[in-house]
T-cell receptor
């Protein structure tokens, strides 16, 4: 079974803090993705990566950056957290077909 | 641009059949996915259609018409545990691994 894990289920941070969300997959997948999910807006793609050290912007990259130093790990970075980044963050990985999702991190920015 | 439409909410009775529709207008198309997401949990893969027609998997079936930009997910013999959100997603093009998601349909199954 594919396993995608995320570093935290719940996280509370203050405005202006730098925030790191970590995602690890154990199936040697090439592609990894970061989404945020908000009520009424659905899943929106922030960034994705199709190889180590490669990254592509998704639909809403502003205020975020990513890092992929190893194939199994994809990190999402909020350089200076703001209250409008309070959301559920979901990581996913895939090879050729479906994406497999991690359990999500519910981030609250105060 | 990308646009995927599905109903926001639906209610159905335990034991019944429900059909959740999805229409899409996207700049490319290389397959359509359905995911199930229980409240507070991650989405899980249900089905994938890339050719026109019906794909059946147990109580769940998914249909695709590429010419109409239309898909549906059919759930038979509804159970209480089927109460969840159902997400329609389109793979944008050959060689792309990106998915564009609809906003999801929240299905409530009542006794």
């Amino acid at each position: 079974d594919v396993k995608v894990t995320q570093s935290s289920r719940y996280l509370v941070k203050r405005t202006g803090e730098k925030v790191f969300l970590e995602c690890v997959q154990d199936m040697d997948h090439e592609n990894m993705f970061w989404y945020r999910q908000d009520p009424g807006l659905g899943l929106r793609l922030i960034y994705f990566s199709y190889d180590v050290k490669m990254k592509e912007k998704g639909d809403i990259p502003e205020g975020y950056s990513v890092s992929r130093e190893k194939k199994e790990r994809f990190s999402l970075i909020l350089e200076s957290a703001s209250t409008n980044q309070t959301s559920m963050y979901l990581c996913a990985s895939s090879n050729t077909r479906e994406q497999f999702f991690g359990p999500g991190t519910r981030l609250t920015v105060l | 641009g990308q646009n995927i439409d599905q109903p926001t909410e639906m209610t159905a009775t335990e034991g019944a059949i429900v059909q959740i529709n999805c229409t899409y207008q996207t700049s490319g198309f290389n397959g359509l996915f359905w995911y199930q997401q229980h409240a507070g949990e991650a989405p899980t893969f249900l089905s994938y259609n890339v050719l026109d027609g019906l794909e059946e998997k147990g109580r769940f079936s998914s249909f695709l018409s590429r010419s109409k930009g239309y898909s549906y997910l059919l759930l038979k013999e509804l159970q209480m545990k089927d109460s969840a959100s159902y997400l329609c997603a389109v793979k944008n093009g050959a060689g792309s691994y990106q998915l564009t998601f609809g906003k999801g349909t929240k299905l409530s199954v009542i006794p």
